[in-house]
């Protein structure tokens, strides 16, 4: 799976916890992708990295911080976990942003359920 | 409003039979398009890109066809095996110079023996 884990791969956490999801590449991709996968919809980005330090927000990025101090590492974070944020959370990288035509890479997701 | 439409939502085909999942979208300024396949609990893995100039791309037995003008793609599977039972996600990117990109809901594909 090109060098990418993601953890943990599942979670249930509570109302109103932090937490924190963890995408890890080996294979030194400048950018890196959170998205969200629910039923009937298209993968939604969430936050996306163009860099060390350099983030920016996707299209549903309320209630979603993100870091990265480090090329290998990008962190999720939900600062007071919700109903509407269990999903399924996908990790992605590639080489060069979208509009080229490099492939990208999707990790094996992390379901995530908060009761 | 960008958006991707895939066609039909799920589809029931017996092994050896060939198929083919639609994609219809309304993006512009149109940079690629990409066709992904998801197997259940596991991450989606690229199948094809093509980008305005590019009519058909092949993967082995996958091949993707394009028509920019009328902002439709294909998936064509040859000869379909079990292994194919999974989603097909269409993609597509918005030439803006950012980061966005339209995911269609995909086709849920069973192959029977």
């Known amino acids: 799976d090109a060098g990418i884990t993601q953890s943990p791969r599942h979670k249930v956490t509570e109302t109103g916890t932090p937490v924190t999801l963890r995408c890890h590449q080996t294979e030194n991709h400048r950018y890196m992708y959170w998205y969200r996968q629910d039923p009937g919809h298209g993968l939604r980005l969430i936050h996306y990295s163009y860099g060390v330090k350099d983030t920016d927000k996707g299209e549903v990025s309320d209630g979603y911080s993100v870091s990265r101090s480090k090329t290998e590492d990008f962190l999720l974070t939900l600062e007071s976990a919700t109903s509407s944020q269990t999903s399924v959370y996908f990790c992605a990288i590639s080489e060069s942003p979208p509009l080229s035509n490099t492939e990208a890479f999707f990790g094996q997701g992390t379901r995530l359920t908060v009761v | 409003k960008n958006q991707v439409e895939q066609s039909p939502q799920s589809l029931i085909i017996l092994e050896g039979k060939n198929c083919t999942l639609q994609?219809?979208?309304?993006?512009?300024?149109?940079?690629?398009l990409r066709w992904y396949k998801q197997d259940t609990g596991r991450g989606p893995v690229s199948l094809t890109i093509m980008t305005f100039s590019e009519n058909t791309k092949s993967n082995g037995r996958y091949t993707a066809t394009l028509d920019a003008d009328t902002k439709q793609s294909s998936l064509h599977i040859t000869a379909s095996q079990l292994s194919d039972s999974a989603s097909y996600i269409c993609v597509v990117s918005v030439n803006t110079g950012g980061f966005k990109t339209i995911f269609g809901a995909g086709t849920r594909l069973f192959v029977k023996a």
């Open positions: 994609c219809n979208y309304t993006v512009s300024p149109f940079s690629n």
